[in-house]
């Protein structure tokens, strides 16, 4: 039978509100999961019991009373380590805020609590979300819910293993070289890079960067939706936000895959991935390949999309964390201190070059779809690896020339600010979960939405293409893999 917290958030926001599921009822499954589960993956970071126990006692009751109810009601939702949630300890994985208890939940926080949402557990990032290995020296690694010796990815790994295993059944993101992405791949549940502005960037270090997004994750696409409507706002704090020009809709109908045209790329013309994935990937386009009215390969033009990443990235962690470095340099771990001092090497004429060729590769990309609708292309270009290695060294005997480069799967496409969702696509060729992306250009939030919702039922529909589920029973005995 299964467990209240292992139904999908859709279903579980049905019930409650028809009176047929407790939030009470829920939380307490979401909680004996975490205690069954937890010790082997190290997912949840923080969590606050009592105040979630009050909580779902306070949704109960307004349930009875017949109260209106908000669109999240009595859903217990993890909140990645990187945005502040009141009373509940937020570290963004650094030793310098270790002790930290915030006053005051974020703007985004504050978004989703005000939709009902049961906010109790935080997920555990790599420092400040910087790495594709979800692990920091305040917490330790997570582990992947397929091989718990694996990684879940990264930055955003504690909240895919943990919905993975149904320890909560919504979690936020964030996305910048593939943060939200990537964890959603290598744990076998969904991810959704919003275009900029959807869910407002209040607090950036640089507002006028707009890579770097919040955005929500579950199970399927629409309880990923779900939170992304509870998520999305307007704030002038950030620059990017209008929802006045998005139209995300209230509920996902689907789309005519019959009528679209899509764009079939194994690489994106510029990245390195495994021999196994592009095979894997191959494969499995070959199974859904027939559902569009037209799937051509081709890859977008993504020309100096490296270097351009690399320098404005560098700018941005130069923007976030100099004064960190000056100050608390002992307190940092590796991949803060190596971004800082390499954007501090960046000249003005690199930057404003960086900027100038993210801007070609931004209109390459919105030129594309005059032609195509949709791309398809792999999530990650590797199947995970042991949480040991902070990250890959080299793919096909090609030794990796920066430690972010195996993700340019994920982020070229940021640097052209696409709307993306990872969808879970069975298992690659080493029995880990596997993923695809399938991604539109800035503000096609609705159509990339409708497309996935609809593809995820083609791929569920064959159990090799089907989102794939952890042996729970294995991963409590200790067995990895």
Not at 306 to 314: D, P, S
Request: aromatic share 6%.
């Amino acid at each position: 039978m299964t467990k209240p917290c292992d139904l999908t958030a859709i279903e579980a926001r049905r019930l409650i509100g028809i009176k047929a599921l407790s939030p009470v009822e829920l939380l307490d499954s979401c909680l004996e999961r975490i205690e069954a589960t937890n010790g082997m993956l190290n997912a949840v970071v923080a969590l606050d019991e009592k105040s979630a126990r009050q909580n779902a006692r306070s949704a109960e009751k307004a349930v009875t009373d017949g109260d209106d109810l908000g669109l999240l009601h009595g859903l217990p939702v993890g909140v990645k380590d990187l945005n502040a949630t009141a009373g509940l300890r937020t570290t963004w994985g650094s030793l310098i805020y270790k002790d930290h208890v915030p006053a005051e939940d974020d703007h985004m926080v504050a978004n989703v609590r005000a939709a009902g949402a049961n906010v109790f557990a935080k997920t555990n990032t790599p420092e400040f979300g910087a790495g594709a290995n979800t692990t920091n020296r305040v917490y330790g690694a997570t582990g992947n819910p397929f091989d718990a010796d694996k990684t879940s990815a990264g930055s955003s790994g504690g909240s895919a293993a943990a919905l993975a295993v149904g320890m909560i059944p919504l979690a936020t993101g964030s996305d910048y070289g593939g943060s939200l992405r990537t964890p959603a791949a290598f744990c076998g549940v969904t991810g959704y890079r919003p275009s900029p502005g959807v869910v407002p960037a209040v607090g950036r270090p640089i507002s006028l960067n707009p890579f770097s997004v919040v955005g929500p994750m579950g199970r399927t696409v629409a309880d990923t939706h779900l939170l992304l409507l509870a998520q999305q706002d307007t704030d002038l704090r950030d620059p990017f936000s209008s929802m006045d020009d998005m139209d995300i809709p209230a509920t996902l109908a689907g789309a005519d895959l019959t009528s679209l045209r899509v764009a079939v790329s194994t690489d994106l013309g510029c990245a390195p991935v495994d021999n196994g994935i592009a095979a894997t990937f191959n494969q499995r386009v070959g199974k859904f390949r027939h559902v569009f009215r037209e799937a051509h390969d081709r890859d977008p033009r993504m020309h100096d999309v490296h270097e351009a990443f690399e320098i404005t990235r560098g700018v941005n962690f130069v923007g976030a964390h100099r004064d960190r470095l000056e100050h608390h340099r002992d307190l940092l771990d590796r991949n803060v201190i190596d971004n800082t001092e390499r954007g501090l090497k960046y000249s003005l004429g690199d930057v404003a070059w960086a900027h100038t060729a993210q801007s070609r590769i931004y209109n390459d990309f919105i030129e594309l779809f005059e032609e195509v609708d949709i791309l398809i292309c792999p999530t990650a270009a590797v199947s995970p690896f042991p949480h040991s290695q902070l990250f890959v060294e080299e793919i096909n005997g090609d030794r990796m020339p920066t430690y972010m480069r195996w993700l340019a799967l994920s982020y070229a496409l940021t640097m052209a600010l696409p709307a993306a969702c990872a969808l879970p696509c069975g298992v690659d060729h080493l029995g880990m979960p596997f993923g695809i992306q399938v991604v539109g250009p800035n503000g096609s939030d609705a159509l990339v939405l409708e497309v996935a919702h609809s593809l995820e039922q083609v791929l569920a529909a064959d159990p090799e293409t089907a989102r794939p589920v952890p042996d729970l029973a294995r991963l409590n005995s200790g067995h990895a893999g």
